[in-house]
Every structure is written in C-alpha cells, then in structure tokens.
C-alpha cells in the first residue's frame, strides 16, 4: 500500500499532538503545519524518523499554505482561537483561514479534509467564536463539498484547558466564583475525538460531506464537571454562582490581559447549553464508545492533589 501523506494544521495544539500521534501509528507520513515549526519538535518522537515533519504554515500567508497541502492525500484542519490576540483572530482563523485551506485542498487534488469545528457553531449566534466557527463550516464545505466536519463539546485530556484551569483556580482561590454554573456540557475525552478524526481521515462515503457532533456518555453542568474535579484533586472549593451583569465585568477588564481567564464573548457561549442535539451523527458511526470522565480524569488531575499523589483522600 502506498504511504499516506496527511497535513495537519494546528497538529502542534492540544487536540493536536493525538492525532498526529495516532496518525503515525497508522503509518502514515504526517506534516504538522503550525506557525513556528520549532515549537512542534517535541511531535517528532511520535513516529520514526522522518515520519513526522513540523513545517511552516500560516493561515493567513496564502502561500504557505499551499506549499503545505501540495502533494498530501489528506488535510486535516484544527486550528483554533479562544480569544483574540493581535492578528490571531476568531475571522481571520475559524473563517477566511478556514476557507483558505480548504480551496487549497481542493485545488491541490487532495482526496480528503476533515476539519473542526465546535458544538454550538451557528451564524446567529451572539458569540463571535461559534458564529465564525459557522461561517468557517460554511466556508469549508463550498470549497470541499466532501469534507467530514467535526463539532466537540468541550474536550478533556491531560493537557486541557478546562479542568486544569479550573483545578488551578481551586488551589489558589478560597471560592470558585462561575458564571453559568448550570450551563450544560458533555465533555469529550481528547483520545476519542483524535479517533474519529483519524477514522475519517480514511475517507469513505459514509464521512464525506457529513457533519458529526461529539459528547461524551454523560451530561453535565459547570457545576457538577467542577464539583468531580475536586473529588479528585481533595481541594474543596464553595462554587458560587457569578450573576451575569457582573460576569460581564469582569470580563470586560479581565478580557484585557495578555492570557485572558475569561472575555466577554466566552460569557455569551456561557450562557447556552453545549451538548450534542438529539438525534445528530456522532462516535456511533465511528464505532467508538466515548470515555467517561471518572475513568480519566483522576490520572491527570493527581497533579493537582495539594500533598501528593500518594496522599489519603
């Protein structure tokens, strides 16, 4: 069989480094795309020598994306914003840059694109992040009518942003103040969403042009992820609710700092539920079973026990 060469934009970010690690278990020759190639050297012992390769690319430099799809079976598109910062923006990366790589693909003969999106993603939406993730979907699919596109809950995993974050909070902070503590969610571990990707990197009629939403087996709010984040780590923090006039505050001014903890636009996706609606594709037609939170997070979240893994509960 001939070796698959498979572009990976964003192959260095969290959701990131499992595909290409799963890619390069396949065999696969994988190019990880990313802005400063050095910052993605740590991927290269994932595969043999050679088999992974960071290059240069910017979603906004026409041209090096280009360079970066030329001659690759399949593309695969993770980049991704929380926030904006400077030229880094929700439109210029989760819409136009979006749409770049895929008349890239297109026009390089690629066979196969899978590109991420996010549960939520909506043109009306009141937050820039799921409107633009939308008009990035849009876009994809215009130029790459069979694109697989992928919409996760929020994603969990040893290096996430979600429940480390939050685990760092409760160690520093005598409460954990949380806009939308009942705002629903069904958190996804980072190892199944790498496997579907990676699946439908393969292609195959039963992907392409499809949309897929993936959640994990349980429903959760804020409140009930943070309450199990703290059984694990034995910090027990008061949650209180934060009133949504003074969420916006804060994040008026918090929304200024270089790594922001909180913004104004993450306070809109706050206010709605994201979870996968009723009836929609998902891990099902991968033939994946997703993971529950209690059998992963205890493994990464005893980083955070106060005195130690090797402490009594």
């Not at 994932?46 to 970066?68: F, M, T, Y």
């Not at 904006?84 to 923006?89: E, M």
């Not at 990197?201 to 939403?213: I, Q, V």
Request: hydrophobic residues 45%; positive net charge.
């Amino acid at each position: 069989m001939k070796t698959r060469v498979v572009t990976v934009f964003g192959g260095s970010g969290f959701i990131g480094r499992y595909v290409v690690e799963k890619l390069a278990a396949r065999g696969d020759l994988v190019r990880v795309a990313v802005r400063r190639p050095g910052e993605a050297f740590f991927l290269k012992p994932l595969g043999d020598v050679g088999q992974v390769q960071p290059i240069a690319a910017n979603l906004k430099n026409e041209a090096s994306v280009r360079r970066a799809v030329a001659g690759a079976d399949c593309v695969i598109n993770l980049v991704g914003v929380l926030y904006n910062s400077g030229g880094q923006t929700f439109e210029a990366l989760q819409h136009k840059g979006a749409g770049l790589v895929a008349h890239a693909a297109a026009d390089a003969g690629v066979q196969g694109l899978v590109h991420m999106s996010a549960l939520g993603a909506e043109r009306a939406s009141a937050s820039d992040y799921a409107r633009t993730k939308a008009l990035g979907e849009e876009a994809v699919l215009e130029a790459f009518p069979t694109a697989t596109i992928f919409r996760p809950s929020v994603v969990f995993g040893p290096e996430d942003g979600f429940f480390n974050r939050f685990a760092s909070l409760a160690a520093m902070l005598p409460v954990l103040p949380v806009p939308g503590a009942e705002t629903k969610f069904q958190p996804v571990y980072v190892h199944d969403v790498a496997a579907a990707i990676v699946k439908a990197s393969l292609g195959g009629e039963a992907f392409a042009g499809k949309t897929f939403s993936l959640g994990g087996p349980e429903v959760l709010s804020l409140r009930a992820c943070l309450e199990a984040m703290m059984r694990y780590t034995g910090v027990k923090r008061p949650i209180v609710g934060v009133p949504w006039w003074i969420a916006d505050m804060q994040a008026l001014f918090l929304g200024m700092l270089p790594n922001p903890p909180l913004t104004r636009d993450q306070v809109k996706l706050l206010r709605v539920d994201n979870v996968v609606p009723e009836g929609a594709p998902g891990f099902a037609a991968f033939g994946i079973t997703p993971s529950r939170i209690e059998a992963i997070l205890p493994s990464y979240m005893v980083h955070h026990k106060r005195h130690g893994q090797f402490k009594a509960s």
